[in-house]
């Protein structure tokens, strides 16, 4: 009986966030840190975005560039180099990234990325899919408080299950720390406290999503964005594999893509999350002090891979215009 009850609530949770908060004709926001060929930094950001700009179930409304895996100067030089190269499928362009906070002591603050996302939002609704600290998101519910029920939801990288570490390697060696969250819990604090719907992409999940050397190779003869994509990850895949002795390296920001675009592909659950004292953003099954309901994503299908794959290898020219 309590699996039946955990069971239906998935079901709930999944139906009340893809139906009333996800619906298939609203467009998306992504908001993202990008620092793909910079040394020792992660490139997910970049994956995740090919795969945006290659999935015709969403449009693109803009893209918001944030601190986190480099500064901002540099996360917007790469979100408007990949727009450039590969965002025509998606009818993007450079003038649809905008460039926003600069770091966590910017909270508040309006930039580029908030008027521009506030302009949308007055036009038409959004979902809204976080790849970085929740700083731009948090000024814009700040500053324009009154958009905030123009959000149909949020998909955030982050979250974690209680007592479920973020390890890799041989015996977890390598443990990392819920970026994301870390970077800026005061705005993350605030996004929870809004009655914005959330679903929450946690790393614990993403790590599942791996590209190994194989793939990489595969991604290198087929189309331009494969070969861009596998020139700049070369040290974060040598990374991942030679030192962490992973099977390669996670696609982590990919697992919101999927979320918004193929929502099928994603199990959810309902849980109860909170950013806790110390910054931890805990999404715990039953309620606790301070919890709010979101829903939680705890797998992806093994067909989410293959898709992620093929949307990478996917050649610019041979894009029909959407």
């Known amino acids: 009986m309590h699996s039946f009850r955990l069971l239906a ?12 908060h996800a619906p298939a004709q609203t467009r998306i926001w992504i908001d993202t840190d990008p620092s793909i060929g910079s ?16 999935s ?49 002591d910017t909270l508040g603050r309006s930039t580029a ?3 521009a996302l506030a302009a949308v939002l007055k036009e038409e609704r959004l979902t809204y899919v976080a790849l970085g600290p929740l700083t731009n998101l948090a000024t814009l519910l700040q500053v324009h408080p009154e958009l905030a029920s123009r ?23 390598l443990q ?18 809004s009655k914005v719907p959330l679903l929450l992409a946690p790393t614990e999940v993403g790590a599942q999503l791996v590209l190994t050397r194989d793939d990489a190779r595969k991604l290198s003869s087929d189309g ?41 592909l994603v199990g959810l659950e309902k849980r109860y999350a909170a950013v806790l004292p110390d910054g931890d953003l805990i999404a715990a099954r039953k309620p606790f002090r301070n919890s709010r309901e979101v829903s939680f994503c ?25």
């Open 9 to 20: 609530a998935a079901v709930v949770a999944s139906a009340l966030f893809r139906s009333e």
């Open 39 to 54: 040394p020792y930094r992660e490139v997910d950001d970049a994956f995740a975005l090919v795969v945006a700009f290659h």
């Open 56 to 104: 015709p179930e969403r449009r693109i409304a803009g893209i918001s560039t944030t601190y986190g895996n480099a500064g901002l100067k540099r996360t917007t030089t790469v979100a408007r180099d990949l727009v450039r190269r590969f965002g025509a499928p998606a009818g993007v362009t450079e003038a649809c990234v905008y460039a926003g906070s600069a770091g966590n």
């Open 113 to 115: 990325a908030t008027q």
């Open 151 to 173: 959000l149909d939801g949020v998909i955030f990288v982050g979250g974690r299950t209680p007592g479920r570490a973020l390890a890799f390697g041989t015996n977890g060696w």
């Open 176 to 193: 990392i720390h819920d970026a994301n969250v870390f970077k800026d819990p005061t705005a993350a604090r605030v996004v929870f406290e």
């Open 224 to 264: 331009a964005a494969g070969r861009f994509l596998q020139r700049g990850s070369r040290i974060w895949l040598w990374f991942w594999t030679a030192i962490v002795r992973h099977p390669g390296g996670p696609m982590f920001d990919s697992l919101a893509v999927i979320a918004a675009v193929k929502p099928e």
């Open 298 to 322: 705890t797998r992806a299908e093994a067909t989410a891979k293959t898709i992620i794959i093929n949307a990478l290898k996917r050649d610019v020219a041979a894009q029909s215009s959407r």
